[in-house]
C-alpha cells in the first residue's frame, strides 16, 4: 500500500457525460501527480500540483480539469467524456517538488466510456 | 520535448537467464527512477538513481545509471516467474517525471 488512495476505482459512463476522480496524496506530500495510461499512449503525465498550485502540464485536454485542495486532496474532472478518454487514471503523490524523491502511485481508477 | 526510450519492448526469457532492459533519455538529468506494474496495477517504485554512477541492488535486480551517456540500465539476475511485469523507467527533470514506454518481461519457466 502506497498510502495514496483514489476513488473510485471502476467507473462506467456514457459518452458527453463528465466525471470526478479524487486522489488523497500520502500524508506529508504536498505535490501531486495526474497521470492517464491507456494501451496506446502509454503513461501520459496530465498535471501536477504542489501545495495547491498548479506547477506543471502535460498533455491534458481542455475537456479535463484538475484542482488541489487546501487539505492537499486532488480532484480532475473530466467533461464531455469520448471513448477514447477511457484509460486508468493514476494520481501520484511526492513529499516535495523536484525534491529527488520518487513519487508514489495510487491504485488507479479505471474508467470505462461506453 | 524530452524523450525516454527503452529498449526492448517486449523481452520473454527463460528462467535462470540474465538480461539487461536499457532507458535512453534526451535531457541532462541525474535523477533517474525504476518502476514495475502488474497487470491492472499500480505502479511500485523499485530504484531512486540520484548521481552518475549510482548503483542499487535488490533481489534479482540491479539498476545503474551513466549521466554523461544519459542511460539507465535494469539488469536481471537468473530470472524467476515472479519477475515477469512491466518495468518502466521515468526521468526527474524536476518540473515532471517522464516515462518510457515500458518493457514487458515474460519469465518462461
Known amino acids: 500500500d502506497s498510502g495514496v488512495t483514489q476513488t473510485p476505482k471502476h467507473l462506467i459512463t456514457a459518452t458527453g457525460q463528465r466525471v470526478t476522480l479524487r486522489c488523497s496524496p500520502r500524508?506529508?506530500?504536498?505535490?501531486v501527480y495526474w497521470y492517464q495510461q491507456s494501451l496506446d499512449q502509454g503513461l501520459q503525465f496530465l498535471i501536477q500540483?504542489?501545495?495547491?498550485?498548479?506547477?506543471a502540464k502535460g498533455n491534458i485536454l481542455e475537456r479535463f480539469s484538475a484542482q488541489q485542495f487546501p487539505d492537499l486532496h486532488s480532484e480532475l474532472n473530466l467533461s464531455s467524456l469520448e471513448l477514447g478518454d477511457s484509460a486508468l487514471y493514476f494520481c501520484?503523490?511526492?513529499?516535495?517538488?523536484?525534491?529527488?524523491?520518487?513519487?508514489?502511485f495510487g491504485e488507479g481508477s479505471w474508467l470505462t466510456v461506453v | 520535448e524530452l524523450k525516454v526510450e527503452q529498449n526492448p519492448l517486449f523481452l520473454s526469457m527463460q528462467e535462470g537467464k540474465n538480461y539487461t532492459i536499457y532507458c535512453n533519455y534526451s535531457?541532462?538529468?541525474?535523477?533517474l527512477y525504476w518502476y514495475r506494474q502488474d497487470p491492472g496495477k499500480s505502479l511500485e517504485s523499485l530504484f531512486v538513481l540520484l548521481s552518475n554512477g549510482a548503483v542499487k541492488q535488490e533481489g534479482r535486480l540491479m539498476a545503474s545509471l551513466d549521466t554523461k551517456a544519459r542511460l539507465s540500465t535494469l539488469h536481471i539476475t537468473a530470472a524467476v516467474h515472479d519477475l515477469s511485469a512491466t518495468y518502466f523507467c521515468a526521468v526527474d527533470t524536476g518540473n515532471q517525471f517522464y516515462f518510457g514506454t515500458g518493457t514487458s518481461l515474460t519469465v518462461i519457466p
Open positions: 501520484a503523490s511526492q513529499r516535495g517538488a523536484g525534491s529527488g524523491n520518487t513519487i508514489y
Open positions: 500540483y504542489y501545495n495547491g498550485e498548479e506547477r
Open positions: 535531457t541532462t538529468s541525474d535523477r
Open positions: 500524508s506529508g506530500d504536498l505535490s
